[in-house]
């Protein structure tokens, strides 16, 4: 079985309300869609999610990087030669959500060859995972609403919280949420860089008189220093996100003192590189979670595939719910959460057939 052809689709679908972070904000799903296709017929597929402001990847990027660098590469290899196939990539730096939506089609292609689904060749420690969702910033009721309708509607019981504004706006949603969904439902903050150290630290233990378990990305990456102050003072454990983007960047961030616990995402590095993060994380005792790129439906397939995968992810929340932002979205089975719950797909592969319609309304080529 060889690569026969690749594709790289750009897909633009609105949200239902926008998504705002502290680094960006976002009000559609422009989105990338990869498609490698074997000599046999097989079809794999994965999504990638640009984030020029993090990763400096844009759509166009991508479709650019996909057709004029990597798909020279792709075509006639063996979609099982996932490492020989990643160290051609790799002589082309970053380009991390092009890279990630490659791997991700790959194993698809993998799973469906063998007649296993991605989660089994992983290493099957789960069948389902607990559902977390990301709450964007707005107003506290808007927050509130936000994650009452999570928990009603769907069952979540675990929140990430956005934070990096101001931090008495930020304290005030992060009070409301408490009060109002009480406490026995994890809350944790990730605030995108967007506080200096001195009001990392001082946000760190208001955080935590609230409940809330862990904070993720609190100062600029590049501020290192600070972010070693900000995890030597901090009574909640602090997480690498954004600053923690390859293997490498993990260990040495874990080594120097810059974290204390790792988000990996399938989006930025596939599920290869995000399982070696996480045998990494795991021989130094260092907790990992699934992060979520405001995936669409198919990235959320993948994320909880890479879950119920592994071990040390399947114990904890995974990001998996921020799809339901979208208006629609291109897969033809959509993911249900039930009871909070988020379970893998039995079919070969990932278990995601594209719908050839909403392909042909959403694409933008």
Same mark, same amino acid.
Request: hydrophobic residues 45%.
């Given at each position: 079985?060889?690569?026969?052809? /690749?594709?790289?689709?750009?897909?633009?679908?609105?949200?239902?309300?926008?998504?705002?972070?502290?680094?960006?904000?976002?009000?559609?799903?422009?989105?990338? =869609?990869?498609?490698?296709?074997?000599?046999?017929?097989?079809?794999?597929?994965?999504?990638?999610?640009?984030?020029?402001?993090?990763?400096?990847?844009?759509?166009?990027?991508?479709?650019?990087?996909?057709?004029?660098?990597?798909?020279?590469?792709?075509?006639?290899?063996?979609?099982?030669?996932?490492?020989?196939?990643?160290?051609?990539?790799?002589?082309?730096?970053? *380009? *991390?959500?092009?890279?990630?939506?490659?791997?991700?089609?790959?194993?698809?292609?993998?799973?469906?060859?063998?007649?296993?689904?991605?989660?089994?060749?992983?290493?099957?420690?789960?069948?389902?995972?607990?559902?977390?969702?990301?709450?964007?910033?707005?107003?506290?009721?808007?927050?509130?609403?936000?994650?009452?309708?999570?928990?009603?509607?769907?069952?979540?019981?675990?929140?990430?919280?956005?934070?990096?504004?101001?931090?008495?706006?930020?304290?005030?949603?992060?009070?409301?949420?408490?009060?109002?969904?009480?406490?026995?439902?994890?809350?944790?903050?990730?605030?995108?860089?967007?506080?200096?150290?001195?009001?990392?630290?001082?946000?760190?233990?208001?955080?935590?008189?609230?409940?809330?378990?862990?904070?993720?990305?609190?100062?600029?990456?590049?501020?290192? =220093?600070?972010?070693?102050?900000?995890?030597?003072?901090?009574?909640?454990?602090?997480?690498?996100?954004?600053?923690?983007?390859?293997?490498?960047?993990?260990?040495?961030?874990?080594?120097?003192?810059?974290?204390?616990?790792?988000?990996?995402?399938?989006?930025?590095?596939?599920?290869?590189?995000?399982?070696?993060?996480?045998?990494?994380?795991?021989?130094?005792?260092?907790?990992?979670?699934?992060?979520?790129?405001?995936?669409?439906?198919?990235?959320?397939?993948?994320?909880?595939?890479?879950?119920?995968? =592994?071990?040390?992810?399947?114990?904890?929340? /995974?990001?998996?719910? *921020?799809?339901?932002?979208?208006?629609?979205?291109?897969?033809?089975?959509?993911?249900?959460?039930?009871?909070?719950?988020?379970?893998?797909?039995?079919?070969?592969?990932?278990?995601?057939?594209?719908?050839?319609?909403?392909?042909?309304?959403?694409?933008?080529?």
């Amino acid at each position: 079985m060889k690569i026969d052809s /690749v594709e790289a689709i750009p897909l633009a679908i609105p949200y239902r309300r926008p998504f705002g972070f502290a680094s960006g904000r976002v009000t559609a799903a422009d989105h990338v =869609l990869v498609r490698i296709t074997t000599d046999d017929g097989l079809v794999g597929h994965g999504e990638a999610p640009p984030r020029p402001y993090t990763y400096g990847e844009t759509a166009a990027s991508i479709v650019a990087a996909v057709r004029d660098l990597f798909a020279p590469v792709l075509v006639g290899a063996d979609p099982f030669a996932r490492e020989r196939v990643r160290a051609d990539l790799d002589r082309t730096v970053a *380009n *991390n959500a092009a890279k990630g939506a490659i791997d991700v089609a790959l194993w698809d292609l993998v799973g469906q060859a063998c007649g296993q689904p991605v989660h089994v060749l992983l290493g099957h420690a789960a069948d389902d995972v607990r559902a977390a969702h990301m709450i964007g910033l707005g107003t506290p009721e808007e927050m509130v609403a936000d994650a009452v309708e999570m928990r009603d509607d769907h069952g979540v019981d675990a929140f990430k919280i956005k934070v990096g504004r101001e931090l008495g706006v930020d304290m005030a949603a992060v009070r409301a949420l408490r009060a109002e969904l009480g406490d026995a439902v994890e809350l944790y903050a990730d605030a995108n860089r967007g506080w200096d150290a001195d009001t990392a630290i001082v946000a760190s233990r208001r955080l935590a008189d609230h409940g809330v378990s862990m904070l993720e990305e609190p100062n600029p990456a590049a501020d290192v =220093l600070g972010r070693r102050r900000i995890v030597a003072a901090s009574p909640i454990p602090v997480v690498g996100d954004e600053s923690t983007i390859t293997l490498g960047g993990v260990a040495r961030s874990l080594l120097d003192g810059d974290a204390q616990a790792i988000s990996v995402k399938v989006a930025r590095t596939g599920f290869t590189d995000s399982a070696k993060i996480v045998g990494l994380c795991e021989g130094l005792g260092v907790t990992t979670v699934v992060g979520n790129q405001i995936d669409g439906m198919l990235g959320t397939v993948a994320s909880v595939a890479l879950g119920c995968g =592994l071990r040390a992810l399947a114990r904890q929340p /995974v990001e998996v719910t *921020n799809y339901l932002l979208m208006t629609d979205d291109v897969l033809a089975e959509p993911p249900v959460i039930v009871d909070g719950r988020l379970a893998a797909r039995q079919e070969p592969g990932l278990g995601a057939r594209i719908d050839p319609d909403k392909l042909a309304h959403y694409r933008l080529d």
